[in-house]
């Protein structure tokens, strides 16, 4: 890298738009920034995150080093995912009837192919005139509007073919804008896309408009990652209008790249996508849009919207046609997003009358609804990413070489198994909540999560990052290095359980409302298809209730967006939701925080909140 003297490194790998990832914002304080310096002179800052072994070995930590000379180094591989599909449309036509949500293909963008009459000196109509006769004949509409870029055009291509021509055209309520006009094929596609914008992870479909068809699919990291971890850390990055514009960057190009990647497997082209319906919570919305999040968490916590009007796709640079419309969710409040909005398509708990329900969504952001067809309440926590892949050592998203089950037999050995097999990589949420449970079941560590030492015995071993429970040996791991979980690890999970659990206790009592009262759980996040109840319950995540009222429903986030894509009254529907949801914001609620200490346990302070844990403990 040629910079000038003094500058930092991370912030010249940023120029560059280079994907490192600084998890805390560049303090030096996880560790993930680490490259290896090849050639040139640098200082360094010292930092406990860098074992000194591998600063002998020449790395350094891209934040902490300052360039004095022009500098080589060797950057780590950008690591795509394949996240494991939680998206079962199957399960979904099996609860038809008692779905929300519309399932039938009735999407707003449409091809109509037209056959257009030739002017002649006597009837010598304009060719938009000619266009829109043609159309309301098809169509019993009042007023069409045509996008500027199709009259550019409109003249060659009404002649190309002798006035046969296709039509694609965009229906927003009482409202039509002509989107496109081509000569006649039979090969033309009409594609949208689904996407979920999540803070660790994007995951994106390619869709027939006209079948509701899922042609491709594809999944990466948030870049954004790199500037901060979670959604506090990016908001304060965002402080500056030039890190403003950075997240904005990053995640239109982690969008673009899945775009592409996702494309390649339809035979289509970018240019044949003409709408979007994109799901994510407030912060990646606005981050999306290029709008400042920073008022988002500063009191009384307001956002700049919560119903984003539709926009084209030119408009914020992604990869599509270029008039494609680009639908956001609707957002609840400054936590609660239009994820949790689509999500809410997913379940049954609003077609019910009789019966209240929690909605749950675990993922950087914990964000929970408890209510009915009369009446929504809904909060949010900041869980943070650990069972997102974030915050541990070993932690992973749902991705292939991730551990996804695990046990630990009586002798002390760990039984495991990894996404679509082979060496793990490390573990996801549900086998990070299956370790957690194992451990302290088996009296590996204490309610305070503190190992014991006695019992482990030879398992607990010492590397750079201290002492860890080994899962795996470095010989055994897809990175060659031992794969293990530590105290740190273990208090970064019941931080994240500990604050879901809290959220939920608060929000029933509010409503004057106990855990028994709740019919059914519903829960949503990256997890795979392998979250054990049993496990989840042993931790604390989630109360000591009859196992059959928790249904676990993947990614709800992306299947809501798939299903607004395919179907208008679907997006009436969450603008319907949005309208009768009420918000709290655990920011000011003095009570939370009594909640969230109490939880900090393994299960709970409270022992009788857990009375199957406890007779388990017993035995």
């Known amino acids: 890298m040629n910079e000038s003297p003094g500058t930092c490194l991370l912030d010249a790998c940023r120029k560059a738009r280079v994907p490192l990832s600084a998890t805390c914002g560049g303090k030096g304080t996880c560790g993930d920034c680490i490259v290896k310096v090849i050639k040139g002179t640098y200082t360094i800052k010292p930092s406990s995150f860098l074992p000194e072994k ?75 005139k000619i266009l829109e006769t043609e159309i309301k004949k098809e169509r019993p509409l009042d007023t069409v509007y045509c996008e500027y870029s199709v009259l550019k055009k409109l003249a060659h291509t009404v002649r190309e073919k002798q006035g046969q021509v296709e039509v694609i055209l965009f229906r927003d309520g009482l409202s039509w804008t002509i989107l496109d006009v081509e000569p006649l094929s039979p090969h033309k596609n009409l594609l949208g896309i689904a996407c979920d914008i999540g803070t660790t992870t994007v995951a994106l479909q390619v869709v027939d408009l006209q079948t509701g068809k899922i042609l491709g699919f594809a999944s990466s990291y948030n870049q954004q990652i790199k500037c901060g971890e979670d959604i506090i850390s990016r908001i304060n990055y965002a402080q500056k209008p030039e890190r403003l514009q950075e997240l904005h960057e990053a995640i239109i190009s982690t969008i673009n790249n899945l775009l592409e990647k996702a494309i390649e497997a339809t035979g289509g082209a970018t240019s044949d996508i003409y709408f979007a319906s994109l799901t994510g919570n407030t912060t990646m919305v606005h981050l999306l849009l290029g709008l400042s999040p920073r008022y988002i968490r500063e009191e009384p916590y307001v956002p700049t919207l919560n119903r984003v009007p539709i926009i084209r796709s030119r408009e914020i640079h992604l990869k599509m046609n270029p008039e494609a419309r680009v639908h956001c969710a609707p957002s609840v409040g400054s936590y609660v997003g239009g994820d949790i909005l689509a999500g809410l398509l997913c379940t049954p708990i609003v077609s019910q009358i009789d019966k209240i329900s929690v909605f749950i969504d675990i993922g950087t952001n914990g964000e929970l609804v408890l209510g009915n067809k009369e009446w929504l309440m809904s909060c949010a926590c900041s869980a943070g990413p650990a069972f997102e892949g974030g915050g541990t050592r070993c932690g992973m998203p749902a991705a292939t070489g991730a551990i996804e089950k695990l046990k630990i037999r009586e002798d002390g050995t760990v039984e495991y198994r990894v996404i679509e097999g082979g060496k793990p990589k490390g573990l996801c949420g549900s086998g990070l909540i299956d370790l957690l449970a194992e451990l302290f079941i ?173 007779r388990l403990l017993s035995r």
């Open 442 to 614: 088996r009296g590996y560590v204490d309610r305070h999560g503190k190992f014991n030492t006695e019992k482990i015995g030879n398992r607990l071993v010492d590397n750079e990052v201290g002492k860890g429970f080994l899962v795996e040996t470095s010989t055994r791991s897809f990175w060659g290095k031992d794969l293990l979980i530590t105290e740190n690890d273990i208090a970064n999970l019941i931080r994240t359980k500990g604050a879901v659990f809290s959220a939920c206790a608060l929000l029933l009592k509010h409503t004057g409302l106990s855990f028994d009262q709740i019919e059914s759980f519903y829960i949503a996040g990256g997890f795979g298809q392998y979250l054990d109840v049993e496990n989840a319950i042993r931790i604390g995540l989630l109360p000591d209730l009859e196992r059959t009222r928790f249904h676990y429903l993947g990614n709800t986030s992306l299947l809501g967006a798939h299903l607004i894509l395919l179907s208008e009254k679907n997006r009436e529907r969450v603008n319907e939701l949005e309208k009768m949801m009420t918000y709290l914001e655990l920011n000011t609620e003095p009570g939370y925080f009594n909640e969230y200490t109490g939880a900090l346990f393994l299960p709970h302070t409270k022992k009788e909140l857990f009375p199957s844990v406890e």
């Open 54 to 128: 591998l600063r002998k070995q020449g790395f350094v930590l891209a934040c902490q080093t300052l360039i004095e000379d022009d500098l080589f180094v060797q950057l780590p591989e950008f690591q795509e995912l394949s996240l494991k599909a939680t998206v079962d449309m199957r399960s979904l036509l099996d609860q038809k009837d008692s779905l929300i949500a519309d399932l039938d293909v009735s999407s707003p963008v449409e091809k109509l192919p037209l056959t257009l009459p030739s002017s002649t000196l006597d009837d010598n109509y304009s060719d938009l």
